[in-house]
């Protein structure tokens, strides 16, 4: 294993995340995970002393697939009120690894869970959260009906999505990430969120963040 340190300036500390040398896609960070990790840097900054609501400070987070845990680990050093990073049963020991790596730096009770998209039983286990956080989740044809399905369980009326994913050009992937903004956009809003609202460093043009809410 190795171990990666992903900067958050921003708030003067780092996210670290232990990746494995082997194994499936979910064991190293991806570059969409960066990219949403470092929106929520300057974003969380910039909503911080909002008298309303934060986009992240003081606020439940469920992360979905989220394999090392970047994203979510990174919401939680970053001022959310609870986090709960999932993905399939065999990820669980490395997001366990990475929270406990994290100890001290993170600002609220964090928790590995597994969440198999479209698994009903596991889904009503869960609280509605404020945010859902999804790092290049598009990937799988397989799982890409239960993942809209699993978002449209999870989310209620005041629940906000930020998905980031890579738009990849070969094989069957541009039609999956078509289809899969087709099935969202029965249930949810959707708002691309510029480059210019990104960190100007870590965004890229293949690099796709997008806010979802429900209809
Ligand atoms: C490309 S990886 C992205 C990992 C992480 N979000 C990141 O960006 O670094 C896709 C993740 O989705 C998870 N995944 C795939 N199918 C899933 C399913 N049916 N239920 C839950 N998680 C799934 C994988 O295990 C993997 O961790």
Not at 108 to 130: K, M, T, Y
């Amino acid at each position: 294993m190795f171990l990666r340190e992903v900067s958050l300036d921003g708030v003067g500390t780092d996210v670290a995340l232990w990746q494995e040398l082997e194994g499936d896609v979910g064991c190293v960070v991806w570059d969409a995970a960066i990219v949403l990790t470092k929106f929520l840097e300057v974003n969380s900054l910039k909503f911080s002393t909002d008298a309303g609501k934060s986009l992240i400070n003081g606020r439940t987070v469920l992360e979905l697939g989220s394999g090392t845990g970047c994203v979510g680990l990174a919401a939680a050093i970053m001022g959310a009120s609870k986090v709960t990073i999932t993905d399939l049963p065999e990820f669980l020991s490395l997001m366990e690894k990475n929270i406990t790596e994290n100890g001290e730096r993170l600002g609220c009770p964090v928790e590995a869970r597994e969440l198999s998209w479209g698994n009903e039983e596991q889904i009503r286990g869960f609280h509605e959260p404020d945010v859902v956080l999804v790092a290049d989740c598009i990937y799988y044809e397989q799982s890409l009906e239960p993942l809209v399905s699993t978002l449209h369980k999870l989310c209620g009326p005041d629940t906000t999505v930020l998905l980031s994913y890579e738009e990849r050009t070969t094989g069957n992937k541009p039609q999956l990430q078509r289809k899969f903004f087709e099935m969202m956009d029965e249930h949810f809003r959707s708002e691309k969120i510029a480059l210019e609202e990104q960190h100007e460093l870590f965004r890229c043009e293949d690099i796709h963040i997008y806010k979802f809410s429900r209809r």
